[in-house]
């Protein structure tokens, strides 16, 4: 199966605060699962449609202020026993501050120099 990522993601056990943006309106902080400088991955107790736009925050380990961004749900699924509501969810970033996007690279090329990168 051919690759079809751009952005080499990494495994990253990050803070993520999100917003929809679209109904059903709705907000969680949870533990991302993984990231790259394109995109999002983490967990939800909710099912969300793909497509939905979100304003997202995510909170690094490496610095005090967290990288606010924009994005949206590129693809769910769920996730657990048959009667859990428990969906992951793939969001592909539209927005990203410049300067936030410099600092996400940063720690991601540094992670992938340190051999970090999610196994394929």
Known sequence: ??????????????????KTLDEPYTSDQIIG??????????IVYE????GIRLDIQIQTPFDSLPIFAKGKIAW?????????????VGVEFSEVD??????????????????RTQPE
């Not at 199966?1 to 999100?18: A, D, G, H, L, S």
């Not at 699962?33 to 999002?40: F, L, P, R, T, W």
């Not at 099912?47 to 793909?50: C, E, G, S, V």
């Not at 769910?76 to 992951?88: L, S």
Request: proline residues 3%.
């Open 47 to 50: 099912r969300l449609a793909k």
């Open 33 to 42: 699962k993984d990231i790259s400088e394109s995109g999002v991955c983490f």
């Open 1 to 18: 199966m051919e690759e079809k990522r751009r952005f080499v993601r990494i495994e990253w056990p990050i803070v993520v605060q999100y």
């Open 76 to 88: 769910i699924r769920k996730i657990g026993e048959e009667h859990a509501k428990t969906f992951e």
């Open 98 to 115: 410049p300067k936030d996007k410099k600092r996400l690279k940063l720690y991601i090329d540094n992670e992938i120099k340190l051999g």
